[in-house]
């Protein structure tokens, strides 16, 4: 179930990836195309920040390659 947050940014989308199943691909939520962060080519989307907590990887922003909207990734998990 995806949890709402209020909106940190009016021109950003967030993805949670604790809602989603499989390897963690999803599709941007403008374009529609399939984004995997494990795909590390990077051909498909840009990192253009990331937040790290005690060196587990918390927070992700990227920027989709093919429309340019700015996505934050949440919910990675930790193993
Ligand atoms: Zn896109």
């Known amino acids: 179930m995806m949890m709402k947050k209020p909106e940190e940014s009016l ?7 604790i809602a989603i199943e499989g390897d963690g691909s999803f599709l941007c939520p403008k ?23 005690n060196n587990e990887l918390t927070e992700l922003v990227i920027e989709c390659s093919k429309c340019r909207t700015t996505i934050r990734l949440t919910g990675f998990q930790q193993q």
């Not at 021109?11 to 990836?17: G, H, K, M, V």
Request: charged share 25%; with cysteine.
């Open 11 to 17: 021109s950003s989308y967030s993805i949670d990836l």
């Open 31 to 53: 374009c529609g195309m399939t984004i995997s962060p494990e795909d590390e080519t990077e051909e498909n989307y840009k990192v253009i920040d990331t937040t790290v907590v």
